[in-house]
């Protein structure tokens, strides 16, 4: 008796890796999920073409808002920044004198540390 329950639990374990083995395979294989992994690649290839068209059309466009230019392109790197700071030297300048006159606030809010209101528990 007690073998037969044994043999039973290894059938019915058996049966389940296999459908689940036959499943996967067949996900793999079929037609209609080689269809969709063909799909997203032309829709990823269409929107990267979209992207650098409208990059080149910014840069093309010369936009006199550099910082606007580069946030909207996507290019804010260490290396566009030294670029566009050597070819104009008058951006280092007026960002050290707005820096100076303290135009530039980390935070608006109020302090509210050394209140007991704003005191973590």
């Known amino acids: ?34 269809m969709k992994g063909k799909e997203i690649s032309y829709w990823r290839g269409l929107t990267g073409d979209y992207k650098k068209q409208l990059k080149a059309e910014k840069r093309n466009s010369g936009d006199d808002d550099l910082l606007g230019g580069i946030l909207a392109g996507g290019d804010l ?33 109020p302090d509210f540390s050394k209140d007991e209101k704003g005191r973590l528990r």
């Open 77 to 109: 790197d260490i290396k566009t920044l030294v670029k566009q700071i050597i070819k104009n030297p008058d951006l280092l300048k007026t960002g050290l004198d707005l820096l100076k006159s303290g135009q530039l606030n980390q935070s608006k809010l």
């Open 1 to 34: 008796m007690c073998r037969m329950i044994v043999e039973q639990e290894i059938i019915i374990l058996i049966i389940f890796l296999c459908s689940s083995l036959g499943f996967m395979v067949g996900s793999v294989l079929s037609p209609s999920a080689r």
